[in-house]
Antibody, heavy 124, light 112 residues
Framework: QVQLQESGPGLVKPSQTLSLTCNVS??????????WTWIRQFPGKGLEWIGY???????YYNPALKSRVTISVDTSRNHFSLRLTGGTAADTAVYYC????????????????WGQGALVTVSA | DIVMTQSPLSLPVTPGESASISCRSS???????????LDWYLQKPGQSPQLLIY???FRASGVPDRISGSGTGTDFTLKISRVEAEDVGVYYC?????????FGGGTKVEIK
């Protein structure tokens, strides 16, 4: 059974970088065939797709966030990470990592495993 | 971006009865290969979203057959037959046809 677990600071100051890691257990990222994704949920409960990486480090980002986002993968540690620069209050959200086996370019579907989520608050 | 619109916002249901949720997209989600790129997710209270339906009508592993998805193009429906207490939560539709992936605003299902 694949499990995903987010970790990282829960509080980030405005203009600073938000960094999170998703640890994957029960399966190896380096096996390939999957797309490791970040999705966030705002306090009002709306969901926003951030982007994904595959095992090789190939990425695809939401165009609205592309200038601020980096998603990277570390197969030796079996985790992938999110960096979001220039944090503002609008980035306050619960951040989820998720897995899908079905992406083609920016088109993805069938997110079958999700982490429990990590709340990140951007505030002074 | 493709805009996803769900209705109703809230849906009180009596156990044992049926419930339907509508999801409409601002553009057709029908891929040239015939698949509709529309997923349904359920977020139970205090939990992360879980996959129910993908490609419009395919049930995810472990999802009971009283939950079904239908529709094509821009109009989709999630039907829950014989509602049970475990079905409460917020249901979201998501389009996967075009980046960025976008979600509906959610429909909260609660027991009367």
């Amino acid at each position: 059974q694949v499990q995903l677990q987010e970790s990282g600071p829960g509080l980030v100051k405005p203009s600073q970088t938000l960094s999170l890691t998703c640890n994957v257990s029960g399966g190896s990222i380096s096996t390939g065939g999957y797309y490791w994704t970040w999705i966030r949920q705002f306090p009002g409960k709306g969901l926003e797709w951030i982007g994904y990486t595959d095992y090789s480090g190939s990425t695809y980002y939401n165009p609205a966030l592309k200038s601020r986002v980096t998603i990277s993968v570390d197969t030796s540690r079996n985790h992938f990470s999110l960096r979001l620069t220039g944090g503002t209050a609008a980035d306050t959200a619960v951040y989820y990592c998720a897995r899908t086996g079905y992406c083609m370019g920016g088109r993805c579907y069938r997110f079958d495993y999700w982490g429990q989520g990590a709340l990140v608050t951007v505030s002074a | 971006d493709i805009v996803m619109t769900q209705s109703p916002l809230s849906l009180p249901v009596t156990p044992g009865e049926s419930a339907s949720i509508s999801c409409r997209s601002s553009q057709s989600l029908l891929h040239r290969n015939g698949d509709n790129h529309l997923d349904w997710y359920l977020q139970k209270p205090g939990q992360s979203p879980q996959l129910l339906i993908y490609l419009g009508s395919f049930r995810a592993s472990g999802v009971p057959d009283r939950i079904s998805g239908s529709g094509t193009g821009t109009d989709f429906t999630l039907k829950i037959s014989r509602v049970e207490a475990e079905d409460v939560g917020v249901y979201y539709c998501m389009q996967g046809l075009q980046a960025p992936l976008t979600f509906g605003g959610g429909t909260k299902v609660e027991i009367k």
